[in-house]
């Protein structure tokens, strides 16, 4: 029979209380149960206190908190503490930078926004392989906003750094185009660039929304946002639906025009779903108690459903435009992908082609991307394509437009120096020939398996100049999503409810949390930097030229592949 807390109490000799809590186990439920009414009644996150910030914190508290202590001051916290805080942090990435100097380029990403206090502000990160550093975030209420003041406030931001010259790139977005000569022209080693996630959004609005649309496609999008609005604005039908389906429905957001391709996607993928609901007996009974105009609604909605043809133009959507969904996720990933954009560009657009002549509208968007892709794909791209290792078995030296993004970057990155733009030419033909070490069967694997700048740093030691341009250019970013991110960061910490907190405040805060979790990621024992594998094809892809596609594991994936099997069979797209 299991002991009470008075018989051992009773039993033990010269033994405190707190002893005898810990014998029974009822000081660890004593302290969990403490730790959960924090989480309840602070209404913090259930995760929380399993945040290895939150264990050490409890563990210095155990160790080294004196009789009676109590915790800081809100103003002490906002004011004293927060202000070393922010001084330590400064100093850890300034360390951190100067680990990344010799191995890679930093590209610099900055995003715009009205906060949840109505005034504008302006962030700015710089992304690098390990992660993204947040450098500051701009209170611009009082601040002119031309573009080239936007050019000085973003040189000034890059030099505090004070390692401007591992800055190669500025991505930025369609707003600020006419800042970028005035960047160049104030730092002439760094290159500016659209950020490639707007352009394909783009491209889908002007597919899907606005008034040179395509009709088709936007009338598909008008009848599947009536079903789903249909589905989740009452309760009813969404718990059908939701105790039938796998997955939700999904509605298009406003400024993200590629979601009007996922909700079509979705709706494909979950009609024998849609079906069961609308055709089951809970769902008629509770119809039959509905208004009339909800009934007409329902109606409709079922017929959309039904309606083989309209179905059969949503899977040719979704197989028409997933290769360009995987080439925007592809572009809004985390990690260096400015040398993987040309081939995925250009296997996108063989993928769209296929379907030229299978479906009325094809043509009219692949013009619609052609126009896009001239925005899309940078003389910067073609240079990181040509000297990628993973692509070494590509002819890119016959293509004038690699030539050319190499040497225009070389003399960027070798500022007249002549001596090392010709080592840097002349070391890239030993590279893509597979001379000397270059063509060993562990460089090649070795270009399959790591960051391709580190392959730089590992296996071109012979050839410094094309060590540091390559491994310059396979390490930079084609977004800017990085800078996006971070504002909602800075929304949860000034949020509606604290909307009074200073500027400075919230950007020390930001900056604080930020490269704080920058900084315990890359000290991790079991960090790795990730990488893009391209061993595998798009779906359905057989072409010999770009034989490699992304490997990008997503939901679209497989909308795709099942989008492109009712392509190949339906009589719409023989």
């Known amino acids: 029979m299991a002991k009470t807390f008075d018989d051992a109490a009773d039993d033990a000799t010269q033994q405190c209380i707190k002893g ?6 009822l000081a660890t439920e004593l302290c969990h149960e403490e730790v959960c009414n924090w989480v309840y009644v602070t209404l913090q996150s259930f995760n929380e206190p399993g945040q290895e910030s939150f264990i050490k914190m409890l563990t210095t508290l155990i160790k080294f908190a004196p009789k009676g202590y109590k915790p800081p001051s809100p103003f002490l916290i906002r ?25 890679c380029a930093l590209t610099l990403q900055s995003d715009g926004k009205t906060n949840n ?11 690098s392989p390990k992660g993204g550093h947040f450098l500051g975030c701009d209170d611009m209420s009082d601040c002119e906003k031309n573009c080239k003041k936007m050019a000085d406030y973003i040189c000034e931001k890059i030099r505090s750094t004070g390692k401007e010259r591992s800055f190669a790139l500025v991505v930025l977005d369609g707003a600020l185009r006419a800042s970028f000569p005035y960047i160049e022209a104030q730092m002439p080693w760094i290159t500016t ?52 389906a796998k997955k939700e429905v999904v509605l298009p957001g406003e400024t993200r025009y590629g979601s009007a391709v996922l909700c079509i996607c979705r709706f494909v993928a979950g009609l024998d779903w849609l079906d069961t609901t609308f055709s089951c007996t809970e769902y008629k009974q509770w119809i039959r108690t509905q208004a009339k105009d909800v009934q007409q609604e329902s109606a409709a909605c079922r017929a959309v459903v039904n309606d083989v043809d309209f179905t059969s133009l949503c899977a040719d959507i979704a197989a028409f435009f997933g290769p360009a969904i995987i ?12 040398s993987k954009m ?12 296929e379907f030229r002549t299978k479906l009325p509208w094809a043509a009219t968007c692949i013009e619609k991307y052609e126009k896009r892709e001239e925005d899309l794909l940078h003389p910067i791209h073609f240079a990181a394509y040509l000297v990628d290792p993973q692509y070494l078995d590509h002819k890119q030296l016959t293509n004038p437009m690699c030539m050319e993004g190499f040497l ?36 090649k694997l070795a270009a399959m398996t790591m960051p391709a700048y580190r392959w730089f740093q590992m296996y071109c030691f012979q050839e410094p100049e094309l060590q540091e341009a390559g491994g310059e250019l396979c390490s930079l970013f084609t977004m800017q999503s990085g800078s996006e991110r ?43 930097e990730g990488y893009l594998e391209w061993n595998e094809a798009l779906p359905g892809t057989d072409n010999a030229v770009m034989a490699r596609g992304p490997s990008l594991s997503s939901e679209v994936s497989s909308f795709v592949c099942h989008s492109l099997t009712h392509a190949l069979t339906h009589p719409c797209t023989r």
């Not at 659209?194 to 009338?219: E, M, Q, Y």
């Not at 040309?342 to 082609?353: A, G, R, T």
């Not at 733009?421 to 063509?439: P, R």
Request: proline residues 4%; charged residues 25%; contains cysteine.
């Open 117 to 127: 206090g109505k005034r504008p502000i302006v962030n700015y990160i710089a992304q």
């Open 327 to 338: 080439l925007l996720r592809l572009a809004d990933t985390d990690l260096p992908n400015v």
């Open 20 to 25: 005898s809590i810990d014998k029974l186990g």
């Open 193 to 244: 660039m659209w950020c490639s996630c707007h352009i394909l959004s783009l491209f889908f609005k002007d597919c899907f929304s606005g008034t040179n649309a395509v009709p088709a496609l936007r009338d598909a999008l008008a009848k599947v946002k009536t079903v789903v609005h249909f589905i989740r604005d009452r309760q009813k039908p969404l718990a059908l639906y939701r105790s039938h």
């Open 79 to 103: 004011t004293k503490y927060l202000d070393k805080k922010f001084a330590k942090a400064q100093a850890e990435m300034t360390l951190l930078f100067e680990d990344l100097e010799h191995h």
């Open 408 to 443: 225009n970057f070389i003399e960027k990155r070798f500022p007249g120096d002549v001596a090392k733009q010709t080592a840097a030419v002349a070391s890239l033909s030993a590279f893509k020939n597979g001379d000397g070490v270059f063509g060993r069967e562990a460089a």
């Open 342 to 353: 040309v081939p995925s560009s250009y296997l996108c657009k063989s993928k769209m082609e």
């Open 486 to 528: 971070n504002h909602k960061m800075e929304g949860v910490c000034k949020s509606k409810m604290r909307n009074r907190l200073l500027s400075e405040t919230t950007n020390k805060v930001v900056y604080v949390c930020a490269n704080s979790r920058l900084r315990d990621k890359v000290q991790a024992p079991l960090y790795r």
